[in-house]
């Protein structure tokens, strides 16, 4: 699973990911230029290995290309961030994790 195709559904205000019929999605909240990653749900019928992983590094690179910075307010987004340091410029000025 190297590149997920992810839409943004800014009506429900989450980037979703359809896999087997299975809908995985980030919930997120917008303020000016920052992105509030507020929720990541995977069915537990997903269970390829490295999933998760993919799922969040294709939302936020698709975050980078736009420019905007991330705010993650979920546990398991914020674990992925402080393991993977290359989207530690992302966060806003003052934002540690």
Do not use: W
């Not at 299975?22 to 999933?51: C, D, M, N």
Request: aromatic share 10%; with cysteine; hydrophobic share 40%.
């Amino acid at each position: 699973m190297n590149h997920i195709e992810i839409k943004n559904n800014e009506f429900l205000r989450q980037f979703e990911f359809e896999f087997n019929g299975h809908l995985a999605k980030i919930e997120y909240s917008s303020q000016e230029r920052k992105v509030f990653l507020t929720k990541l749900v995977v069915p537990e019928e997903i269970t390829a290995i490295g999933f998760k992983e993919d799922f969040i590094k294709c939302v936020l690179n698709h975050l980078q290309e736009e420019n905007l910075r991330i705010v993650p307010t979920s546990p398991e987004i914020a674990g992925f961030l402080r393991k993977n340091r290359q989207y530690k410029e992302m966060l806003p000025v003052g934002i540690r994790i």
